[in-house]
């Protein structure tokens, strides 16, 4: 992107951002997010005069001798957010570019999380990662935070969601609230997401462009594979090749929903196509009336 115009995306999403984070916003934010007054600290084994109440009894099932949970008075919870630079993330077929709605999110998410006084982290990943901002607050990091999503060099490369994600759980070591935005084609879910869950209040918020689950009609269509660059013929004039392509991508789709939810991580699908901060607003609505009625 030209110096000239990533400064002004930059300010776009800038002025965007900071005009839907009102107070009532962050409010909004802060209910969805911040827990009731504790935290979970530790899982350990009992011990003589542990409260029994506090007993884990899943765990002890699971080790066959008692656990207990403790917990700690709610401190700050450091927000990390997570964005995928693989090459789907920026092949621009029906609507906008992934990479350029995640920027939006990652721009808003953060001046949310940094108006509730927390600090923000950004890691940027496709086949190892690419890019990472340590935790910290205040306008300027924000600013960084966006600059680097719209100004980041993007190749012909595969996520390795597993890589990523151990490296992340073995960096991050306080309990906190973790954001990844991807489009998770071709992820393998595997134990290192259930980790960062365990550990982590984690989100997964998937992109979705039209042309992931449906094919336009026509003649011979070249497509490219944006993660490795290979071209190939597809012949959409077939009825039935359209109709096997789109069942194959919601066979993909829906087992990517069950490994996120089965990881117990929360799952919002955002399209390429309209506002980008309409459904997040509601995801955030829809996650405080959840809490509010588990209490």
Do not use: C
């Not at 403790?70 to 992934?98: C, Q, W, Y």
């Not at 808003?108 to 999380?113: N, Q």
């Not at 094919?215 to 959409?236: A, C, H, I, M, S």
């Not at 004039?237 to 929360?266: C, E, G, I, P, W």
Request: proline share 3%; no cysteine; glycine share 6%.
């Amino acid at each position: 992107m030209i110096l000239a115009n990533l400064k002004a995306r930059v300010k776009q999403i800038e002025i965007k951002t900071s005009r839907l984070v009102t107070e009532q916003f962050v409010g909004l934010y802060h209910s969805a997010f911040m827990h009731q007054g504790i935290e979970f600290s530790e899982l350990r084994e009992y011990v003589p005069g542990d409260d029994i109440s506090e007993i884990d009894w899943y765990s002890t099932a699971k080790f066959q001798k008692p656990y207990i949970k403790t917990f700690v008075e709610e401190r700050e919870l450091p927000v990390h957010i997570l964005v995928d630079i693989s090459g789907s993330m920026i092949s621009k077929n029906h609507g906008r570019a992934k990479l350029e709605i995640a920027a939006e999110l990652a721009g808003l998410l953060s001046l949310s999380a940094i108006r509730n006084n927390n600090r923000v982290s950004l890691t940027l990943f496709s086949n190892e990662e690419k890019l990472h901002l340590p935790l910290k607050r205040g306008r300027k990091h924000w600013q960084r935070i966006i600059h680097e999503l719209l100004s980041i060099e993007v190749h012909h490369e595969k996520s390795d969601f597993k890589q990523s994600f151990t490296g992340f759980n073995n960096a991050s070591h306080r309990r906190g609230i973790v954001f990844i935005i991807s489009d998770f084609i071709g992820a393998e879910i595997d134990s290192s997401l259930r980790g960062m869950s365990r550990h982590h209040d984690t989100v997964a918020i998937r992109l979705r462009d039209y042309y992931d689950s449906e094919l336009p009609e026509g003649g011979l269509l070249t497509v490219e594979d944006p993660e490795t660059g290979r071209q190939q013929l597809l012949p959409v004039f077939s009825k039935a090749f359209r109709k096997r392509y789109t069942a194959l991508q919601k066979k993909n789709h829906d087992s990517v929903k069950m490994d996120l939810l089965n990881s117990k991580v929360d799952l919002l699908d955002i399209g390429t196509e309209g506002d980008s901060f309409k459904p997040l607003i509601q995801f955030f609505k829809t996650r405080h009336k959840r809490k509010t009625l588990s209490q």
